[in-house]
Each structure stands twice: as C-alpha cells, then as structure tokens.
C-alpha cells in the first residue's frame, strides 16, 4: 500500500449481509481501515483501546458513544477518545474511512 494511489471510493465494493472491509495499515497500536456497509448494518458496540477516527466516504451513518449519537454524511470527520464505548449504524449504504492511533 505504500508509495501508491489510492482511491478510497474504489477500494471497496457493496456485499448484502456483510461488511467488507481492507486494512490499509493494521500494527500494533496503529490502523487505517477503509469499511463499507448497505443501509440498515449495524455494529455492535465496542471499545477502541486506542482514539479513533470516522471519516465518511460516501453514504451517511450514525455513531452513538457512552453520551451522544452524531449523525454524519459525505466529508465529516469524528473523533473518539480510547475507551469510549460506540456503535456504528449505517443510515444508508456508505463507505467510512477509520484511523486507529
């Protein structure tokens, strides 16, 4: 992956019934992962040991934490300090872009 292009947009492609995803960086304490989902997925609540970053693609989703539930669309950025709990729900079909550091 390094020393190359990428194209988020055209780095996934839509599967019914599950997520698909690709590990662009995945070492230790550190990942950027690009995920795509139809409308209606959602994930289960978890907890990042690391913060977390949201970028969306394409597409709108929400994320609930321990607090608040955001609402994001194409273009918006969200960040999630380490061990907050949150859930993603995929609002329409969408691509996400995620930063684990």
């Known amino acids: 992956m390094f020393k190359k292009i990428i194209v988020?947009?055209?780095?996934?492609?839509?599967r019914n019934d599950s997520i698909e995803n690709k590990y662009l960086i995945n070492e230790g304490n550190r990942a950027l992962g690009l995920f795509a989902a139809t409308a209606q997925t959602v994930v289960p609540a978890q907890i990042s040991p690391q913060d977390i970053c949201f970028y969306v693609i394409e597409g709108k989703i929400e994320v609930k934490t321990d607090d608040k539930?955001?609402?994001?669309?194409?273009?918006?950025?969200?960040?999630?300090?380490?061990?907050?709990?949150?859930t993603l729900n995929f609002l329409e079909n969408s691509k996400i872009f995620t930063v684990r550091f």
């Open 69 to 86: 539930a955001f609402q994001m669309k194409e273009q918006e950025m969200l960040l999630i300090p380490k061990t907050s709990a949150f």
């Open 8 to 14: 988020p947009k055209e780095e996934l492609h839509y």
